[in-house]
């Protein structure tokens, strides 16, 4: 069946530095959601992309799509505290029905 | 504000002791998904309603049920739940199911089993 993977893990940041996660899909997606969930918390929707190549930028959140439409990447501009949480990306494959959700990638951020 | 109520938060039963979790939404829309999420995984959609049709995930196992009496309100039962069961369980809820409809969270119920 359709599997979305996504990497790291887990990722920890000082203060200031850059974050990337990336989202690989098995088969090509109609569209991919992300979304946000700090710990403790419930899933937050971020952001939808639809395109080929799309790119969407949420200040200092940057979310493209690939060309193939098979993989996405998350990248956080100068990480703050307040963006500590698991990333999580979701599909929706071309003949789904219900969003498949990656594994997320829970990030950690010191000050 | 319109939002998605679970209730409750905390949830403890006992190891076969049937337990019934609620979901409630005031966004008027017409699809309510369950999922189950363990500890530091993804969320797994267990099923979803789409206004009352009814449509279970493959793996979900038979000691899941679900009920939707109104377009406001869904159910989980669990009919016998044992100690791999435990976990969050989300409802969420959608405009729609087609792709492109973001989905709505709540904050979840979090199940314990003794």
């Known amino acids: 069946g359709q599997q979305v993977m996504q990497i790291p893990q887990y990722q920890h940041v000082q203060e200031g530095e850059d974050f990337t996660t990336y989202c690989n899909s098995s088969?090509?997606?109609?569209?991919i959601q992300w979304y946000k969930q700090r710990p403790g918390g419930h899933p937050v929707f971020l952001i939808q992309?639809?395109?080929?190549?799309e790119v969407k930028k949420q200040k200092r959140l940057t979310f493209q799509f690939g060309e193939a439409k098979k993989n996405s990447s998350l990248h956080i501009t100068a990480t703050q505290t307040t963006d500590v949480g698991t990333y999580f990306c979701a599909g929706w494959g071309q003949a789904g029905t219900a969003l498949i959700f990656g594994k997320g990638t829970t990030l950690s951020v010191s000050s | 504000d319109a939002m998605v109520i679970q209730n409750p938060r905390y949830q403890v039963t006992q190891f076969g002791k049937p337990v019934t979790l609620s979901c409630s939404q005031t966004?008027?829309?017409?699809?309510m998904y369950w999922y189950q999420q363990k500890s530091s995984q993804a969320p797994k959609l267990l099923f979803h309603y789409y206004d009352k049709d009814f449509n279970n995930e493959a793996d979900t196992p038979d000691n899941f049920q679900s009920r939707r009496p109104n377009t406001s309100f869904c159910f989980l039962d669990i009919r016998s739940p044992g100690l791999g069961d435990a976990a969050m369980y989300l409802c969420?809820?959608?405009?729609?199911?087609?792709?492109?409809?973001?989905?709505?969270f709540g904050p979840g119920t979090r199940l314990t089993v003794t």
């Open positions: 969420a809820t959608s405009r729609d199911r087609a792709p492109g409809y973001e989905q709505y």
């Open positions: 966004l008027n829309h017409n699809v």
């Open positions: 088969t090509t997606l109609s569209n």
């Open positions: 992309l639809v395109k080929s190549g």
